[in-house]
């Protein structure tokens, strides 16, 4: 069983930086590759960022540049963090850790992030 737990997210102003985390737990150990999620009204889930066990990072083009996904711990817990700078009101969402690019079946409860224009 998986426990995902976001937190970090708030009102900002465009510009603006928040920094998001998230406590990955698993029962079993696997050197999984992590990702940012996020959710806006009426769109898709979509990937935002993943980042291997090694440290190998990739980004969606929309965040490329202004995100920076990182982790750290080991074993049954990781914890995972991604800084947002330059934000934008198109940054507006939900925001969810899990596993990428395949994600459990199981979601926390996310982090909204709302940037105004």
């Known amino acids: 069983q998986v426990q995902l737990m976001e937190s970090g997210g708030g009102l900002v102003q465009t510009g603006g930086s928040l920094r998001l985390s998230c406590v990955v737990s698993?029962?079993?150990?696997?050197?999984?590759?992590l990702g940012w999620y996020r959710q806006a009204p009426g769109k898709q889930r979509e990937l935002v960022a993943g980042?291997?066990?090694?440290?190998?990072?990739?980004?969606a083009d929309s965040v490329k540049g202004r995100f920076t996904i990182s982790r750290n711990g080991a074993q049954n817990t990781i914890y995972l963090q991604m800084q947002m700078n330059s934000l934008k009101p198109e940054d507006t969402a939900v925001y969810y850790c899990?596993?990428?690019?395949?994600?459990?079946?199981?979601w926390g409860r996310g982090t909204q992030v709302t940037v105004s224009s």
């Open positions: 899990n596993k990428s690019p395949e994600p459990w079946s199981y």
């Open positions: 980042i291997t066990s090694r440290g190998i990072t990739n980004y």
């Open positions: 698993r029962s079993t150990f696997s050197s999984w590759t």
